[in-house]
């Protein structure tokens, strides 16, 4: 069972003035936690180009519903509705849990897009942190039958997007503790069974098959077709060190993928300079260029 105490990290969201809702949409039936929320434009008729918002909280922690919805809350006067999804966390169901929870959401989505006046050919990814390593598992294991469940339903659905955008996202998770050190910052080492991905992937990095790091990690599925990808990332990063992000560009450019990597000099985990209101207009930019 989930902490019920780990869900709340964060407060919630201010959303009572968000006239057009729809909350605790049912897209599962393993967990209690296979819901998502959909918010919609203050004005205006479907079919809406879709956000699809998946949450950070270290793979075991955090809720669909919390503060880091805000900064895409913003972008729904700009004609933008927002799906924000939950999943699986870490301390009910390990990988690949997570991912085929986020796959079966954005096949639920395509399925009832027009119930919800979404877009369904319109849609991206957007998450942060253990949400932007969603995004991108997703966005670069498309079409891929080893990485969804299709038994969850909506098998008829593909979970094509037209962009992601990835906040400060673990791309390579063998990697993760020694970039850290790399970068004097404090981290937990590959033999503790308390590490988020330790806790995530089912047991200590030093004591999993190499194979199993790798298939669980954004930075192995990288492939010449991958949607349009925005990486942002802090080069102060004291969980997730930037370095996650460069590697995966890097892999991603030399395949010929259309990739953008900005990183934010003084900027640490979950920085108040993501979601500045200049840094939101250039994400705005992004989705503009690929959904608009």
């Known amino acids: 069972m989930v902490d019920e105490s780990l869900l709340h990290m964060l407060p919630d969201a201010n959303i009572v003035n968000i006239r057009r809702k729809f909350l605790d949409i049912s897209y599962g039936t393993q967990s209690e936690f296979e819901k998502l929320d959909i918010y919609l434009p203050p004005e205006g008729e479907g079919p809406f180009p879709t956000i699809i918002f998946i949450h950070g909280g270290a793979w075991y922690a955090c809720d669909k519903r919390d503060t880091q919805i805000e900064p895409y ?11 924000s999804i939950n999943y699986r966390l870490s301390d009910e169901a390990k990988y ?15 399925a009832h897009a027009e119930e919800y006046q979404l877009d369904a050919g319109r849609m991206a990814l957007a998450g942060q942190s253990a949400g932007a390593y969603y995004v991108l598992m997703l966005g670069a294991t498309i079409g891929d039958p080893d990485m969804e469940d299709l038994s969850m339903g909506w098998a008829d659905q593909d979970t094509e997007v037209r962009c992601v955008v990835s906040w400060y996202a673990p791309t390579d998770i063998d990697k993760m503790y020694e970039q850290l050190c790399e970068n004097g910052k404090a981290a937990l080492s590959h033999s503790d069974s308390t590490a988020p991905e330790a806790r995530y992937l089912g047991g200590r990095l030093d004591n999993l098959p190499p194979e199993l790091v790798h298939k669980a990690s954004p930075l192995y599925h990288v492939h010449p077709d991958m949607p349009p990808m925005l990486l942002q990332h802090g080069r102060e990063d004291q969980l997730v060190p930037w370095q996650q992000s460069q590697t995966f560009y890097d892999r991603a450019k030399a395949l010929g993928n259309d990739v953008t990597l900005e990183l934010f000099d003084n900027a640490q985990h979950a920085d108040p300079a993501f979601e500045t209101p200049a840094n939101m207009a250039r994400v705005k930019q992004f989705l503009d260029e690929h959904m608009k």
Request: proline content about 8%; charged content about 20%; glycine content about 8%.
């Open 73 to 83: 809350l913003t972008l729904l006067p700009e004609g933008y509705a927002l799906a």
């Open 96 to 110: 690949p849990a997570g991912v085929f929870d986020c796959k079966a959401a954005v096949r639920f989505l395509k």
